[in-house]
């Protein structure tokens, strides 16, 4: 390693949000992807593995969030 090369390690959270920037989702569904969900680490987790289709098929199940509307 050069004396310029900085040696550094990223968290989980910064790992998948660095991945789910490369995929392309819209601001909206990166708000429902990184919704305060109650698995944390895990969900981060699984965002590291999970396939963009899987990620759409689960976002879509959950409706990215939407409420309803009366």
Excluded: C
Excluded at 12 to 18: G, Q, R, S, V
Excluded at 31 to 42: L, V
Aim: proline fraction near 3%; avoid cysteine.
């Amino acid at each position: 390693m050069s004396q310029n090369q900085a040696n550094y390690r990223i968290g989980t959270e910064e790992a998948a949000i660095i991945r789910i920037d490369q995929m392309g989702f819209t601001p909206t569904q990166k708000a429902f992807i990184f919704a305060d969900w109650p698995e944390g680490e895990e969900h981060y987790s699984w965002l590291l593995t999970a396939t963009r289709d899987e990620i759409v098929a689960w976002g879509e199940a959950g409706e990215w969030g939407r409420e309803e509307r009366e």
